[in-house]
């Protein structure tokens, strides 16, 4: 597995392909959204939790339209469009100034989570090669020179 993550050049339109069929032949429904249960778990408590709804009802309901997205992006049952409609990556992130650093710190904690889940490789490495490109969508904040670390 390579879990490399490649720069976001701000404003960029970033090419990428979704996952292959058997990344959710593997992991199936119901390991999505175990996979989400703890991505959750862990990115409320992360550098970028505030980001996230604190009410627990809020983020339940985020929650589910994320599991809803990656299981139709994945080549699943259209849940997203069928239920709450039309998904706009750039928009629904655009109340958030996400910076790379944010992105990295939503990437890692997929990562933590990814590490620990029983799928081949080959499934894996597709579904990380999709969120580290289509997750450079978000990226809408520059760092400014005076404050780079
Ligand atoms: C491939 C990567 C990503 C995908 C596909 C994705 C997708 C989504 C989806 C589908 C939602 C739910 C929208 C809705 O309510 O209908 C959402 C919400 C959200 N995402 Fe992402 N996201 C990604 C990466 C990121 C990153 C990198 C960040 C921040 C660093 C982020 C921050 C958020 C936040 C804060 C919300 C909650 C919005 C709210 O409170 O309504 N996401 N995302």
């Given amino acids: 597995m390579d879990y490399h993550v490649s720069k976001t050049e701000f404003g960029e339109k970033p090419n990428f392909e ?6 959710i032949e593997e992991l199936g429904e119901e390991g999505l959204k175990k996979l989400f249960n703890e991505f959750y778990d862990l ?4 550098d970028i939790g505030n980001f996230f ?16 997205f990656f299981i139709e992006a ?33 990437l890692g904690t997929m ?10 490789d080959e499934a894996k490495q597709s579904f990380w090669d999709f969120l580290e490109r289509f997750s450079k969508h978000t ?5 400014s020179e005076d404050f780079k670390i």
């Fill in 74 to 106: 994945a080549g699943g049952p259209k849940h997203y469009s069928e239920t709450v409609g039309h998904f706009d990556m750039v928009k629904a992130h655009e109340p958030f100034s996400i910076t790379e650093k944010a992105r990295r710190e939503w």
């Fill in 53 to 68: 709804p604190q009410e627990e009802e809020e983020l339940e309901k985020v929650k589910a339209h994320n599991v809803k």
């Fill in 18 to 23: 979704y996952p292959k069929p058997i990344f």
């Fill in 139 to 143: 990226v809408n904040t520059p760092v």
């Fill in 111 to 120: 990562e933590e989570v990814l590490r620990k889940t029983d799928i081949s």
């Fill in 43 to 46: 990115i409320v408590d992360s």
